[in-house]
């Protein structure tokens, strides 16, 4: 297959897939709110997901080096789907939403496999050179997937029961794994690890960090793009609800956070690998700016303009960070070190989530808002001392077998 016709084939299967993902969490996020008036349930309930990602995640590292990353991804997701199927079809015996909660927290088991095989992939469907350009494209397409995804299900939801919602989405799952199933052709650049013990792919993975420590602070990095996305998650329903914008306010809300996204993915199009760090500098800062604004005037604009720093912030930092992590990391190893991310990212939400939710319940929107700018402004003094020390091989110093930047510091 082509390189071209395989980034376009990888991109919108990526897409569709995640509009399927993006309208699931967005609607059990929804009818909770709408249901129990409690934005800190479902603060605690996307802190679970991450927790529950954790048992995904050492699953991972047993399977993902040693299968095809394609296939991890593609078995990932036809599982979720056929679980969120099973969903809908359970919806129609009983009104509660025990079932649903529960699907979405089998789902959060599975989000992170099939999040670090699509990590992995994208090394198998283009160049180094352009790894910036397909990942800002990536992220910016995440963005604008959450917000078709929260369409497709308001259409549905306006017009049918609640299980054809759920349909509805596993039907865009499912339609997004037949799509990248079309990938199977594409050759693999390096045989996937044969080792067949667990505990030896761990105490390997560990040697890397041993060899490469700065890479630790990485992954930490690493973790203020998604945590900035699982952050606008939780406050769609309660901002909304406090401006009154009903549901055009949430179309607004997620609209900006697309918007911006757009604004990154212009931005990174043409950057050249050893630019990317600039990007570091900025996203931090331009999500907490967001946040901070939120948190000290709440009204729609301040709404719409804090949504559209999140939504930016958050494409420019995941775009240079796992550009930056791809680009340093040997093919047998790619998948360990997604995995490792996945495990960072949900150990910091795992604590902040609940936490920011217990704030937006008990102190509103205002404070949990400037309290976690507060947060997102931390990743950036953790760059400039890592920065201070290290300088460029903080990003870029090989991790495992550097098969692409062997000689470079």
């Not at 990938?183 to 067949?196: F, G, S």
């Not at 989530?353 to 704030?359: K, M, W």
Request: aromatic share 6%; with cysteine; hydrophobic share 55%.
């Amino acid at each position: 297959m082509p390189p071209s016709s395989a980034i376009r084939r990888y991109l919108f299967g990526y897409f569709v897939t995640n509009v399927g993902v993006g309208g699931f969490t967005l609607a059990v996020g929804l009818i909770l709110f709408a249901r129990t008036g409690s934005a800190e349930m479902f603060g605690i309930l996307v802190g679970m997901e991450f927790g529950l990602g954790l048992i995904g995640q050492v699953i991972g590292v047993s399977v993902l080096d040693r299968r095809d990353a394609l296939k991890v991804a593609i078995i990932a997701n036809v599982v979720r789907g056929c679980a969120v199927l099973g969903c809908g079809a359970l919806l129609l015996a009983t009104a509660g939403t025990t079932v649903l909660t529960s699907v979405f927290l089998v789902s959060a088991i599975i989000r992170p496999l099939y999040r670090a095989a699509s990590f992995a992939l994208v090394v198998r469907v283009c160049e180094p050179v352009e790894l910036a350009r397909v990942n800002g494209l990536r992220f910016g397409l995440l963005q604008v997937a959450q917000v078709t995804g929260l369409l497709w299900v308001s259409l549905l939801n306006a017009v049918a029961p609640q299980p054809v919602m759920l349909l509805g989405v596993a039907a865009c799952l499912l339609a997004g794994t037949a799509i990248l199933a079309g990938l199977r052709h594409l050759p693999a650049k390096e045989p996937p690890d044969t080792a067949d013990r667990m505990f030896g792919r761990w105490r390997e993975l560990g040697a890397a960090f041993r060899r490469t420590p700065a890479v630790a602070v990485h992954l930490l990095l690493g973790c203020a793009g998604p945590l900035a996305v699982a952050l606008a998650a939780v406050l769609v329903a309660p901002v909304n609800a406090e401006l009154g914008g009903g549901a055009l306010g949430i179309i607004a809300l997620d609209g900006s956070a697309a918007a911006g996204s757009f604004v990154a993915v212009m931005i990174t199009r043409k950057f050249a690998v050893e630019r990317l760090p600039s990007l570091i500098w900025a996203a931090p800062p331009l999500m907490a700016a967001g946040l901070l604004l939120l948190g000290l005037n709440q009204s729609v604009p301040a709404g719409v303009v804090a949504f559209l720093g999140l939504g930016c912030g958050s494409v420019l930092s995941a775009t240079a960070l796992d550009s930056l992590l791809q680009y340093r990391t040997a093919a047998r190893l790619v998948g360990r070190l997604a995995i490792s991310q996945e495990a960072a990212v949900s150990l910091f939400a795992l604590v902040a989530l609940p936490v920011f939710g217990r704030l937006l319940a008990e102190r509103g929107v205002g404070v949990a808002s400037v309290v976690f700018a507060t947060v997102l402004a931390g990743f950036t003094v953790a760059f400039a001392v890592g920065w201070s020390v290290r300088r460029t091989r903080l990003l870029t110093s090989p991790v495992g077998i550097p098969d692409r930047i062997e000689g470079r510091t």
